[in-house]
């Protein structure tokens, strides 16, 4: 459970922001979404990988250009 301490005076908005921002630091959506469907190791790993050498693609771009 999330606890977003309120100050006296603090605009509401501002409180909603921290607690969008708190919500989407946990994670908890992505972990709802990932638990709605099973993948298998294998999968997951590969879908791992293909991310990790896109990554490395962008930043060996970025040292280059």
């Known amino acids: 459970m999330l ?3 309120v100050k006296e005076g603090e605009n509401i908005d ?3 922001k921290r607690y969008k921002r708190k919500f989407s630091n946990t994670k908890t959506l992505k972990q709802l979404r ?3 469907q099973f993948n ?3 999968v997951v790993k590969r879908a791992q990988k293909i991310k990790a050498s896109y990554v490395q693609s962008l ?3 970025e040292e280059i250009g």
Do not use: E, M, V, Y
């Open 3 to 5: 606890i977003i301490p």
């Open 14 to 16: 501002r409180a909603l």
């Open 34 to 36: 990932d638990r709605k």
């Open 40 to 42: 298998k190791p294998s």
């Open 59 to 61: 930043r060996t771009k």
